[in-house]
């Protein structure tokens, strides 16, 4: 049992130096998925039916199929058509293009949460439509979409484990190592997954300070 | 005197369901208009329609002079010159008391921030609502959220104030509040089309009061001479069960 406990100890700093890729990936892959479902929210809103097929083919596309998949396509089917990514890229890539179809879906659930009141009353007042979504909308809907948001990111954090598959030396990619060389899986992936353990708590805590901060005064005892 | 509301035979529908079926009725300027009949009877719709929040299917609106119902006359314009108090007040729960008056005042009507909060506390004053200001909508009571829907209507110096059941959603205790408000800015000579159940308060303060049912205005008088009619029988029980 102590064997064990210093083992994990002994393998903890070597574990940790993963974290820091692990978080790359997940911070710049859930960036350029909040880049693309803010680009393709407005246009499911605001744009003509002739549009609207785009956003709702790319989500059913990309929710519809698996990760896994899409980062083979990106990593080992794009160099046949000349665009070759390295394997932290690729992985970056094929995350974020998939977690913009999930943050897409929480963006336009929320905008669809807020009552037709609040258009009404926003619209009788004269504001422009362009006005009605950056002042009332908007506002109120991405507070209704953090939580689901927080969620996507945590999620997003644990399937970064994924791209420890085409060779991105994260978390999981470390753990692999260490397993071939001490032969101790177990041991191994358990300090692997209190590690990520930490890391999800950590950032749901935060997340749960801001939307403390965020949240809309009164609103809980309306309920 | 001016007319300054014409409807001209408006018909409005929700898919199927045709809910106006050609109402006719002006209002002159100055004058308090009540609104009463059974719910569904289309009065509410009817509102909506004088600032387009419902599309009419056919018919003539003038406001001002302003034909509303061309599709060449600029609506936000003619938003911006009417005030609507919605029956669930619609306050904007993400801002302040002031900065739900303020706002309006500074993107549509293109006020400094100085000047539209500035007009804004004038306002909150007016209801009686200026030690709020710093408050959230929903830490109001239903009575004081109604209050200041009405400071934001009026903020926007409406040439006309279209009130849609103001009190309805509002428990007993809380409509004396907001009916001792409208009181008050009833007797400062604006234009009122107030859709209401407050029979005393309609008849304190409405010149002329419509009755509507099934999509048309079945009368048209005095609210004294519709709430106390003997020779209207469908009056006579609309009332009648009205207070029971």
């Known amino acids: 049992m102590l064997d064990t406990l210093f083992f994990i100890a002994s393998i903890i700093p070597f574990l940790i130096q993963g974290i820091s890729v692990t978080l790359q990936v997940t911070l710049f892959a859930f960036a350029i998925g909040l880049a693309l479902a803010s680009l393709l929210t407005p246009i499911r809103v605001f744009a003509p039916v002739s549009l609207s097929w785009l956003p709702r083919t790319y989500v059913e596309l990309f929710r519809g199929t698996p990760l896994l998949v899409q980062l083979f396509l990106i990593y080992f089917g794009l160099p046949s058509k000349g665009i070759k990514l390295d394997a932290l890229t690729a992985g970056i890539l094929a995350l974020g293009l998939n977690s913009a179809a999930y943050q897409a879906e929480i963006f336009r659930a929320s905008i669809k949460g807020i009552p037709e009141s609040q258009f009404l009353a926003a619209e009788s007042l004269g504001m422009s439509r362009l006005q009605v979504y950056r002042y009332v909308v908007f506002p109120q809907a991405f507070r209704i979409a953090l939580p689901a948001l927080v969620n996507e990111f945590v999620t997003l954090m644990k399937e970064s484990s994924l791209v420890a598959i085409i060779g991105v030396a994260e978390l999981t990619r470390r753990g692999e190592y260490l397993v071939a060389y001490t032969f101790r899986a177990l041991e191994v992936y358990i300090a692997v997954a209190m590690l990520y353990l930490v890391l999800c708590l950590t950032f749901s805590q935060g997340a749960k300070i801001i939307e403390k901060k965020l949240k809309i005064p009164g609103y809980e005892r309306s309920r | 005197m001016k ?66 119902t061309s599709p060449k ?21 993400h801002m302040t008391v002031l900065e739900n008056i303020a706002l309006p005042l500074r993107i549509v009507k293109k006020l400094t921030k100085k000047d539209a909060e500035e007009k804004a506390k004038i306002m909150l004053k007016t209801v009686g609502m200026d030690a709020y200001m710093d408050k959230y909508p929903l830490q109001l009571s239903g009575g004081q959220q109604q209050r200041v829907a009405i400071a934001r209507a009026l903020a926007m110096d409406p040439i006309l104030l279209l009130l849609d059941e103001p009190t309805s959603a509002l428990d007993p205790e809380l409509r004396g509040e907001v009916l001792d408000v409208l009181r008050r800015i009833a007797r400062e000579g604006i234009s009122m089309l107030i859709v209401t159940h407050e029979m005393d308060f309609a008849e304190e303060v409405a010149d002329r009061m419509l009755f509507m049912e099934d999509g048309k205005i079945l009368a048209a008088d005095s609210p004294a001479k519709l709430i106390h009619s003997l020779e209207n029988e469908r009056l006579v029980r609309f009332f009648r069960k009205l207070k029971a």
């Open chain 2, 3 to 68: 007319n300054l509301l014409l409807v001209e035979d408006l018909w409005a529908s929700y898919g199927e369901h045709m809910v106006l079926k050609g109402v006719n009725f002006a209002l002159k300027k100055g004058e308090k208009v009540v609104i009463v009949g059974p719910s569904g009877s289309g009065k509410s719709t009817l509102l909506k329609c004088i600032v387009r929040l419902v599309e009419p299917i056919k018919g003539k609106i003038f406001l001002d002079g302003v034909e509303v």
């Open chain 2, 73 to 93: 006359t600029d609506i936000r314009s003619v938003r911006a010159k009417t005030g609507f108090v919605f029956q669930n007040y619609n306050l904007f729960p």
